[in-house]
T-cell receptor, first 113, second 114 residues
Framework: DVKVTQSSRYLVKRTGEKVFLECVQD?????MFWYRQDPGLGLRLIYFSYDVKMKEKGDIPEGYSVSREKKERFSLILESASTNQTSMYLC????????????FGPGTRLTVT | AQSVAQPEDQVNVAEGNPLTVKCTYSVSGNPYLFWYVQYPNRGLQFLLKYITGDNLVKGSYGFEAEFNKSQTSFHLKKPSALVSDSALYFC????????????FGGGTRLMVKP
């Protein structure tokens, strides 16, 4: 069965802290994605990676960075957390070809106080 | 640029009645279209997709969607709604000229009442 896991379901951090969100997939997918989900805005793409050590900016990369050292793991980093980064963060993965669907993790609800 | 619109924030339907959740899109090339469902406190689950071929696509849990190129729409339908269908539904589009990035709509909350 397809599986994407995220390191935390709920996270509370203070303003200015460095935050790491981890995502692991067990499907040998080439592509991995990080989204944030906010009410009424749907999902917005932060970054995606199409191969190890490769990354591309999505629609809202400001304030975020990513790391992909191994094929199965994709990390999202908030260099200095701010209250406007309070959100639900979703990780997804897919096969390389663009007509394949993405598989999503359960999400991490991050609160920055 | 690719975009997708879900014009209804919420759809209410009685159990047993047919349901429709609307989606329209805009792309410069050919569209790849997807529907996802999100249950409370869960990630998104894939329902169905249109890549090419038959305009009527059948997916999981009895859902189907009709691709209409002239109206640039991809509405999600089900002949008979269940209370358990209550969830948040997202339409997504990928332009075949735009690589691997999906663009999602804002989501439509479906409420099915007994």
């Amino acid at each position: 069965d397809v599986k994407v896991t995220q390191s935390s379901r709920y996270l509370v951090k203070r303003t200015g802290e460095k935050v790491f969100l981890e995502c692991v997939q067990d499907m040998d997918h080439e592509n991995m994605f990080w989204y944030r989900q906010d009410p009424g805005l749907g999902l917005r793409l932060i970054y995606f990676s199409y191969d190890v050590k490769m990354k591309e900016k999505g629609d809202i990369p400001e304030g975020y960075s990513v790391s992909r050292e191994k094929k199965e793991r994709f990390s999202l980093i908030l260099e200095s957390a701010s209250t406007n980064q309070t959100s639900m963060y979703l990780c997804a993965s897919s096969l390389a070809n663009s007509h394949y669907e993405q598989y999503f993790g359960p999400g991490t609800r991050l609160t920055v106080t | 640029a690719q975009s997708v619109a879900q014009p209804e924030d919420q759809v209410n339907v009685a159990e047993g009645n047919p349901l429709t959740v609307k989606c329209t899109y805009s792309v410069s090339g050919n569209p790849y279209l997807f529907w996802y469902v999100q249950y409370p406190n869960r990630g998104l689950q894939f329902l169905l997709k249109y890549i090419t071929g038959d305009n009527l696509v059948k997916g999981s849990y009895g859902f189907e969607a009709e691709f209409n190129k002239s109206q640039t729409s991809f509405h999600l339908k089900k002949p008979s709604a269940l209370v358990s269908d209550s969830a948040l539904y997202f339409c997504a589009v990928r332009d075949d000229n735009a690589g691997n990035m999906l663009t999602f709509g804002g989501g439509t909350r479906l409420m099915v009442k007994p």
